[in-house]
């Protein structure tokens, strides 16, 4: 339908979290079995919800929540899934639709629930690698990471990918989340992009897949991670042209965004050379 406005991804990995999380909260295999606990005439809503083509509203939420009882102990409250991200293993929330969002004060907020140091690393003046270093020694200690990845052989196996096939760490939830809200604040702030876009790229290659899973929002996931980097992009590229006439300014900008980047592994085929 003409002028019908596009469906957010993030709105979609909503839905369908919030969904799958229902299912494993309530020990309810299908969704046709989770739409005819609840009752009422939402089997149909309830596939929509769960391929991602619709959400539910603020009332379909709490009525679920209310059914199940979520606001007791024994059960955490399904909406804030919905609102915030999936649970996290600690009866809490992992914000990844903050993390995934636009709106750099909420991207800087999960960086700052991940750890509570980081409000006193701005205020301080830390540099940007030192704030990065705590949340990526969770997967690797630094020294382990290519400093300039972008001068790596592409040949040569992503040492993050190769460190979660050895079992060296285990990605959950609230680390990912963690690690995406860094991502993207890097690209805001022109800061260590291609040596986070290196350690997605890792990510991506079996660690995400595996996370995402049991969610369904693999795609989703993914072609956000499109849409973000893309829009920094296209700012980028803006700059270089505003900069044409200080060559060395834009030597500056060109070296942020030289090398492999997230979108050239999603979507290769983008990147591909005329007649290759």
């Given at each position: 339908m003409a002028g019908r406005r596009k469906r957010s991804l993030v709105r979609s990995m909503q839905a369908m979290v919030w969904i799958a999380e229902l299912k494993a909260i309530t020990d309810l295999n299908t969704t046709y079995a989770l739409a005819k606990k609840i009752g009422g005439s939402s089997e149909k809503s309830f596939h929509k919800y769960a391929s991602g083509t619709s959400a539910p509203s603020v009332t379909n939420l709490k009525l679920v929540d209310k059914k199940f009882k979520m606001s007791t102990s024994q059960y955490p409250c399904a909406s804030e899934v919905f609102r915030i991200g999936p649970l996290d293993g600690n009866n809490g929330?992992?914000?990844?639709?903050?993390?995934?969002?636009?709106?750099?004060?909420?991207?800087?907020?999960?960086?700052?629930?991940?750890?509570?140091?980081?409000?006193?690393?701005?205020?301080?003046?830390?540099?940007?690698?030192?704030?990065?270093?705590?949340?990526?020694?969770?997967?690797?200690?630094?020294?382990?990471?290519?400093?300039?990845?972008?001068?790596?052989?592409?040949?040569?196996?992503?040492?993050?990918?190769?460190?979660?096939?050895?079992?060296?760490?285990?990605?959950?939830?609230?680390?990912?989340?963690?690690?995406?809200?860094?991502?993207?604040?890097s690209m805001f702030v022109g800061d260590h992009k291609l040596y986070m876009d290196y350690i997605m790229i890792g990510l991506m290659e079996d660690a995400i897949p595996d996370l995402l899973k049991k969610y369904g929002i693999t795609n989703e996931f993914n072609n956000r991670l499109i849409e973000i980097d893309e829009k920094y992009m296209a700012q980028y590229k803006s700059l270089m042209a505003k900069q044409s006439d200080d060559n060395q300014q834009a030597k500056m900008i060109d070296k942020t965004i030289s090398g492999v980047r997230v979108c050239e592994v999603l979507k290769p085929d983008a990147f591909k050379e005329p007649g290759r």
């Open positions: 929330y992992a914000p990844l639709w903050d993390a995934l969002g636009d709106d750099m004060e909420k991207v800087w907020s999960v960086l700052s629930r991940f750890n509570i140091n980081y409000e006193l690393f701005r205020a301080i003046g830390f540099p940007h690698s030192y704030k990065m270093e705590q949340v990526t020694r969770y997967l690797l200690p630094t020294n382990e990471i290519p400093e300039k990845p972008w001068l790596e052989e592409r040949s040569k196996p992503n040492v993050i990918a190769e460190a979660y096939n050895n079992k060296r760490f285990k990605l959950e939830i609230e680390l990912l989340t963690a690690i995406v809200a860094l991502w993207q604040f």
